[in-house]
């Protein structure tokens, strides 16, 4: 991913704290009710951490490792946060590196997660002057991406992405695990490029 574009969207966000409150908290919820007997988390895609409250992430893993483009965005966010760097491990990675299932620098933790992580990998593209994506680079990226995930977690992989724009109002349950409500949903959207729940999963049954 273009590391001028990546910044150019954590600048955006900088200062949408407030307005990612609702999302912050539900992630978080999500991130802390799985890390039971587990110690370690791995987050990809952190860059301005507005999705994560590091604090409440902190009293429930002993090691966080937050992996981003831009280093400079997750110091802000840790600084937002009043979270010490000596807390929390931050690793300037770009994701797209074609040596990335070697980087040393990568921690193997109990979970491991991936924040809106995959549809910027596509959306990028569309900045890069890349108009069309062919399904073959779409299952190579996804697959990619899901082999990271599975290289870098012991125990759960975790995925958070926006997947299709809606043209109706839903009211969601509480329980982000309603699978099943979450297709129906979905069948009455628009994929973004790329985000076809339907290869997905495809791409999860052929592996």
Same mark, same amino acid.
């Given at each position: 991913m273009s590391e001028n574009i990546n910044v150019h969207w954590n600048l955006a966000t900088a200062d949408a704290w407030e307005l990612y409150t609702y999302h912050r908290e539900k992630l978080t919820k999500h991130i802390v009710e799985h890390s039971n007997?587990?110690?370690? +988390?791995?987050?990809? @895609?952190?860059?301005?951490? *507005?999705?994560?409250?590091?604090?409440?992430? %902190?009293? &429930?893993?002993?090691t966080v490792q937050l992996v981003d483009i831009d280093h400079s965005?997750?110091?802000?966010? +840790?600084?937002?946060? @009043?979270?010490?760097?000596? *807390?929390?491990?931050?690793?300037?990675?770009? %994701?797209? &590196?074609?040596?990335i299932m070697d980087q040393s620098k990568i921690l193997v933790c109990d979970v491991a997660l991936?924040?809106?992580?995959?549809?910027?990998?596509?959306?990028?593209?569309?900045h890069q002057g890349h108009p069309t994506i062919t399904k073959k680079k779409i299952i190579e990226i996804w697959r990619k991406h899901l082999q990271l995930l599975a290289a870098t977690s012991l125990e759960k992989s975790i995925i958070v992405s926006d997947f299709a724009v809606c043209p109706k109002a839903?009211?969601?349950s509480d329980n982000i695990d309603h699978y099943?409500?979450?297709?129906?949903?979905?069948?009455?959207?628009?994929?973004?490029?790329?985000?076809?729940?339907?290869?997905?999963?495809?791409?999860?049954?052929?592996?």
């Open positions: 007997g587990k110690k370690s +988390l791995i987050v990809f @895609g952190a860059g301005n951490c *507005n999705d994560l409250d590091l604090r409440e992430i %902190l009293s &429930s893993y002993m965005a997750m110091v802000q966010g +840790l600084t937002r946060q @009043g979270i010490s760097q000596a *807390n929390v491990t931050l690793t300037a990675l770009n %994701l797209e &590196s074609p040596d991936s924040t809106a992580m995959v549809s910027q990998l596509f959306a990028a593209r569309y839903y009211k969601l099943q409500s979450i297709r129906k949903i979905l069948s009455d959207c628009t994929p973004f490029n790329g985000m076809d729940i339907t290869l997905v999963d495809r791409i999860l049954l052929d592996d």
